[in-house]
């Protein structure tokens, strides 16, 4: 393993220079220098529309298949089939109305308790839109766990599509996805996977998870607000969305309904750039990921550890979920304390832990938790044991 050097990762980020300890990362990440000079660099640059002919439409053409390719390398796909979009969300509510164009009475849909609500109501309403069934997998609020056999015991032969996390952004817990893979593509359907919480934090291959559909959002490993849908080339031939009809049918092009945000796929870049360069060294971008974000799982389990030791020392705190498999993101109540009065004591600390469901609300309903939810400390690849500590003091 190679080292990690959290202080140097934390010169970059001008944000953390004012001394706030930032655990709303889950929320959105802070931005390193390099993605800001990215972005700012593409505007002042001259860009234009995408074409052939000027300077301008050529540097759009390369900041946008820079972009494809840097995603690629992220999540191990063809960077035919990578869409973007103005977030995960847009493009889940996009592709749930492409692909229910197909469903109808008799067919079914399967959401989770445990995933975020973008990737549950937009499945739930186009299928209601069209007469299909919903079936819903629960999780064990006791341990947070979602097991594979959950997902199996819902789904047959009229299962058309599955929709899961790979990481809970309240919990952390990281279902067994390739398992629930193979069970959903035994039944013929089509599985979508929710990489939004689960991509900062570690090395992503869409093919080994086995989605067919990944979703995930560069402002929540270190990039700018947007949105980028991953799946095979072939499949997305195969859709065919409600478009514009002057604008390209080619794939992945006719998934992106108007003109895509140059500046922030620029930043993007940067991002996987930088991820892939959060511990020096050589080799392909692919391979320098590897690297880096093997070190950054190890740096942010320790930081989790430390974090979740220390809770529990303290009297009054509940800590929800406990899954074997996790995400350094940890969720607290304080006995005695509404959710937002201990955010509020964590800021005026200077620690920025907020509160609440986080569009996870079935999951913090299932949870018992009720809407409030619960106060959320997400571990990023810029925190520090100083952050951890100063969080435990204002806690004490
Ligand atoms: C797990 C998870 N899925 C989906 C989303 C929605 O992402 P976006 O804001 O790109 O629509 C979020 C945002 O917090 C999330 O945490």
């Avoid at 341990?143 to 594979?148: A, Q, S």
């Avoid at 959903?184 to 559909?213: E, I, K, M, N």
């Avoid at 309904?257 to 996987?272: F, I, Q, S, W």
Wanted: negative net charge; contains cysteine.
């Amino acid at each position: 393993m190679s080292t990690y050097d959290v202080a140097r990762v934390r010169s970059r980020f001008p944000a953390l220079a004012g001394g706030t300890a930032h655990f709303d990362g889950p929320g959105g990440s802070q931005v390193p220098l390099e993605v800001a000079d990215a972005v700012h660099a593409a505007m002042v640059a001259g860009l234009t529309n995408r074409g052939s002919v000027t300077m301008a439409e050529l540097r759009v053409e390369a900041v946008v298949s820079a972009a494809r390719r840097a995603m690629a390398d992220l999540l191990a796909v063809d960077p035919v089939g990578v869409v973007f979009g103005r977030s995960m969300t847009q493009l889940t509510y996009d592709l749930s109305r492409v692909l229910a164009k197909s469903w109808g009475p008799g067919d079914e849909v399967v959401v989770t308790r445990l995933d975020h609500d973008s990737n549950i109501r937009p499945w739930v309403q186009a299928a209601g839109a069209v007469g299909a069934t919903v079936r819903w997998v629960d999780f064990d609020p006791a341990t947070g766990e979602l097991p594979t056999s959950a997902v199996e015991a819902v789904l047959s032969p009229r299962t058309r599509l599955v929709a899961v996390t790979a990481a809970s952004n309240l919990l952390g817990t990281r279902p067994d996805v390739p398992a629930i893979a193979e069970a959903v593509h035994a039944v013929g359907a089509l599985l979508f996977v929710d990489g939004v919480h689960h991509t900062p934090h570690a090395l992503v291959d869409v093919g080994a998870l086995g989605a067919d559909f990944h979703a995930c959002s560069p402002y929540k490993f270190l990039g700018p607000h947007l949105g980028v849908l991953a799946a095979a080339p072939a499949l997305l031939e195969a859709l065919r969305p409600d478009k514009l009809l002057p604008s390209s049918d080619a794939v992945p092009e006719r998934f992106e309904l108007g003109t895509l945000p140059y500046e922030a796929l620029a930043g993007t870049t940067a991002a996987v750039d930088f991820l892939a360069g959060l511990v020096p060294g050589a080799g392909t971008r692919r391979e320098r990921l590897a690297v880096s974000m093997a070190a950054v799982d190890a740096h942010e389990t320790a930081l989790r550890d430390r974090l979740e030791a220390g809770l529990r020392a303290l009297p009054g705190i509940t800590l929800h979920g406990t899954a074997a498999r996790r995400t350094p993101t940890v969720l607290f109540s304080v006995a005695g304390k509404a959710p937002r009065e201990v955010s509020e004591l964590l800021a005026a600390a200077g620690v920025n832990a907020p509160s609440g469901n986080f569009y996870a609300l079935e999951c913090a309903r299932h949870l018992g938790l009720g809407d409030a939810g619960a106060v959320r400390a997400g571990i990023a690849p810029y925190t520090d044991e100083s952050d951890v500590d100063r969080l435990l003091a204002a806690l004490a």
